[in-house]
């Protein structure tokens, strides 16, 4: 291994080798980087006054004096990191999911790699919306962006959990209010604006991150903000002053402006926070609490679906507030400049994201949060307005992603309401990240084929012709929304975790007599696959792959009066019993399945 100096402004590097006719030969070059210093001013990221050259780091330079021990490093492991990394990729694509999906989730995967993401001296995670050419596009973990990605709950928990320590630390201010951007160097100044989906969307994704691990020690440290950010919503002139149950207040959102009055985006991820928020409290034992948050998601829940859902699907109740009446964090500028009669709003439209809370929920394993009917209902609606099978009549009067004959979900449709005159201004445009969030929807609510038509066609779209297959663009290239391209291999594989109770689920939502899929939880991954046992019987496998598994029950989707159960060698004593159909096996006593170990089960007819 030679070094190479890129400080030349014309720099070769050569290595001789002889082929004989017939042959082959494999020559393996290193690019290794090293670039310590990093500011928040050279890369985009809005810092404290005076604070925009403080050197704030890359994790990598802590773990490497140079781009040559980088290399060395590199050059020493290779065959080990490389050979992890197939066994990771061998395991997805050996997936029984449909193709797009399994591209989505996995060409997303990218974004984590590039300038959109990266990590400080001190090992934090920190997330741009999207990268410009230059530099970082939209600075500062921004909740309401990245409360649609899972990939990193599921594969990268570390950087979760450093999103929502960041989320729910300095932050959050001593009201409990959220400021949706964070400014580096941490700890020195806050963004000025808490946002209504970002804050409840962090609440459902700190639930995530808890339930996939399984660590009571670190919700037990977190809950104290945790519940600090739900009960935010209670301070005068905010998102439900009265505890009502109902968001009808003045919300800073995702589309750059603020939604006044009740309305679906707003009052679903409410009612998602106060289920995790109870979940949560139950675990700590803050009865009290959780018994509080019952009660107002059950009024909640009841409210938006008499009020709000007109048959079809959810709408906006517009409601003008006086100024001196809302909470002075809860107004960003940007949107309305009369808060008596807003402009800017959603009103009677379709709204993609008008179910978003209850995706992060499915996610979550927390249940419904409407009328299933309604939520089955308001997707079909989506499928048929917003869902466009081709854009070469409609107009995007802001920003184009999608075009001509393409096919796209688009953000809001009006063709059963009157438009606002003013509307909010992205309503017409095509986002992936809602097309995916939408489309795990679908499959959690039976709508397979349809949630996959959606991802197909947004991955026509970026095919490696007309668009980067490894950039799906918003504002930015990169965009950190499109990682939710990762919850449709979530929801259709039907494999989940709740690592407090140390259960499994593995009952897939597609056709599986024969059946093999990734999971991945906060403490492992690997795969499950469903096939015949032995006579009259039929087993499901689960193999851990990296890291490990605890478990003490597992739910699968065959019935039987008679079980077997083993890991590895080891017979494991367990009762059976039946749940609509479906199989539940209690272990005896709890199993931890370590990486490379495989538990076997078989169900007899």
């Known amino acids: 291994m030679a070094r190479c100096s890129m ?36 890369c985009g990221w809005d810092a404290p006054k005076g604070e925009s050259d403080t050197i704030i780091g890359n994790f990598y330079g802590t773990r490497f004096k140079s781009a040559w021990d980088a290399a060395k490093y590199a050059a020493t492991n290779l065959e080990k990191l490389e050979s992890r990394t197939l066994a990771f990729a061998d395991a997805f694509a050996s997936s029984d999911l449909p193709n797009a999906v399994k591209e989505g989730a996995s060409a997303n995967l990218s974004t984590l790699a590039t300038t959109t993401c990266f990590r400080t001296a001190d090992g934090e995670f920190h997330g741009f919306e999207g990268s410009d050419d230059k530099w970082g596009c939209c600075f500062g973990n921004c909740t309401h962006v990245w409360n649609y990605e899972t990939a990193t709950a599921f594969l990268f928990p570390s950087f979760a959990r450093s999103l929502r320590e960041a989320a729910f630390g300095y932050s959050m201010d001593d009201q409990g209010g959220m400021r949706f951007r964070q400014l580096l160097p941490d700890g020195k100044e806050r963004f000025n604006i808490a946002a209504a989906d970002g804050q409840m969307g962090q609440i459902l994704h700190a639930c995530l991150d808890w339930k996939l691990s399984g660590d009571n020690a670190w919700l037990n440290k977190m809950w104290p903000r945790i519940k600090r950010g739900l009960e935010f919503a209670w301070v005068r002139g905010g998102w439900d002053a009265n505890r009502t149950g109902v968001f009808d207040g003045v919300q800073h959102t995702t589309y750059d402006v603020e939604l006044y009055g009740p309305n679906p985006l707003g009052e679903i991820y409410y009612l998602g926070a106060l289920r995790a928020a109870e979940e949560m409290a139950n675990a700590v034992g803050d009865q009290q609490a959780a018994s509080e948050y019952r009660r107002l998601f059950t009024k909640g829940s009841q409210w938006i679906d008499e009020h709000l859902f007109q048959g079809e699907y959810y709408v906006q109740q517009v409601r003008g507030y006086p100024r001196d009446q809302v909470a002075p964090q809860l107004i960003s500028g940007m949107g309305s400049d009369s808060t008596e009669t807003p402009e800017y709003q959603v009103g009677g439209g379709c709204l993609i994201d008008q179910l978003l809370g209850q995706y ?12 299933p009917q309604n939520i089955r209902t308001t997707l079909e609606s989506i499928y048929r307005y ?46 992936t990240g809602p097309e995916y969030s939408t489309a795990a929807l679908m499959f959690y609510s039976g709508m397979v084929a349809e949630g996959v038509e959606y991802i197909e066609n947004l991955r026509s779209r970026y095919d490696g012709e007309k668009r980067n297959p490894w950039n799906e663009a918003e504002c930015g290239h990169h965009y950190a929304r499109a990682m939710a391209s990762w919850s449709g291999v979530v929801a259709l594989s039907g494999f989940e975790y709740d690592g407090p109770r140390q259960a499994i689920v593995a009952v897939p939502r597609v056709p599986h007599t024969k059946f093999q899929c990734f999971w991945s939880t906060g403490t492992g991954w690997g795969t499950f696959s469903y096939g015949a046992g ?14 490990k598994l605890p478990c003490q029950s597992i739910e699968i989707s065959d019935s039987g009066s ?17 749940n609509n159909g479906r199989t539940i096996l209690q272990l005896a006593k709890p199993t931890v399945l370590v990486e490379g170990s495989e538990l076997v089960l078989e169900i007899h007819a």
Not at 562 to 578: F, Y
């Open 360 to 371: 992060l929920a499915h996610i979550g394993g927390l249940g419904t949060l409407v009328r």
């Open 534 to 547: 032995g006579a009259n019987s039929r087993r499901l496998t689960i193999k851990v792959l990296a890291g």
């Open 386 to 431: 917003n869902y466009k099978r081709s854009l070469a009549d409609h107009d995007s009067v802001q920003r184009t992603y999608a075009l001509n004959e393409e096919a796209a979900v688009v953000v809001c449709d009006y063709g059963k309401s009157a438009r606002p005159r003013i509307p909010f201004p992205y309503y017409a445009e095509a986002w």
């Open 562 to 578: 008679t079980s077997s159960a083993a890991n590895g060698k080891e017979d494991l004593a367990h009762t059976l019993r039946q």
């Open 7 to 42: 400080s030349q402004k014309r720099t070769a590097l050569c290595r001789q080798t002889t082929i004989p006719a017939g042959g082959s030969a494999a020559i393996t070059f290193l690019l290794a980087w090293h670039f310590p210093n990093r500011t928040p001013g050279w």
